[in-house]
């Protein structure tokens, strides 16, 4: 059975003082309690520390929201897996569609980054999804086909439990609009398919598919109630501790 993952994505908000504050708010609320759950917070690297202190007696994980693929060296402004586990994160974010946009992350680089989050032994949450104008034109299967092909190729059958996949339309994320419940289900089931072909069916039945894009306690039951929804990937909902605990209760409850 695959366990939900709720994973909330702070992007560049939440420095270290409003981070603390946050998973301090979480952690009291969550206090004492075990979850059937994954849950997870990907704070900015500046507020890791600060997350992971505030965590340290709760089942709340911390996560980052990129990597680099050298593991240390002449490499400016970039962060290691190593570095990661120090501060024992154990999931990483990897090809956001804003890494891929402004950041010129290619499928090429969000596999070589996927690569070196599962050689680490760590937890990577791959992401895709396709444009808008894909959307209407009616070619974002195979766009979606393209991402998850060149993840794959990153790892083997032996990863399925530590590889997950975010499917994040891009039309989705941050606009308030979210894909229906059958147009979720619809990818992530594709999304599996493709998994099976490549790895096999007892590993795809192991790989969680999250959904992200507008995720918010009104329509994540819904969601998480399609039978390939795994969770999600969670972004202006998860920077209230709120709405975020909602959703996390909303999994509890469903525990499908
Ligand atoms: P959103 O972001 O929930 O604000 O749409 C999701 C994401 O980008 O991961």
Known sequence: MRKYLIAGNWKMNMGPSE???MADELAAAWKGKTFNSEALICPPYVSIP???KAFRDTAFQT???NVHTKDNGAYTGEISTTML???TCSYVIVGHS???EYFGETDEVVAAKTHRVLQEELNAIVCVGEKLEQRKDNSYKNVVKKQVAAALEAGDSNDAD???IAYEPVWAIGT????TAEQAQEMHEYIRSLITETWGGEASDKVRILYGGSMKPGNAEELLSQ???DGGLIGGASLKADSFSEILEIAERINK
């Open 19 to 21: 981070a603390k504050e």
């Open 50 to 52: 600060f997350v992971v």
């Open 63 to 65: 996560g980052s929201q």
């Open 85 to 87: 586990k120090e501060l």
């Open 98 to 100: 804003e890494r891929r």
């Open 162 to 164: 530590r590889f997950v």
């Open 176 to 179: 308030g609009e979210t894909a």
């Open 227 to 229: 039978k390939d929804v």
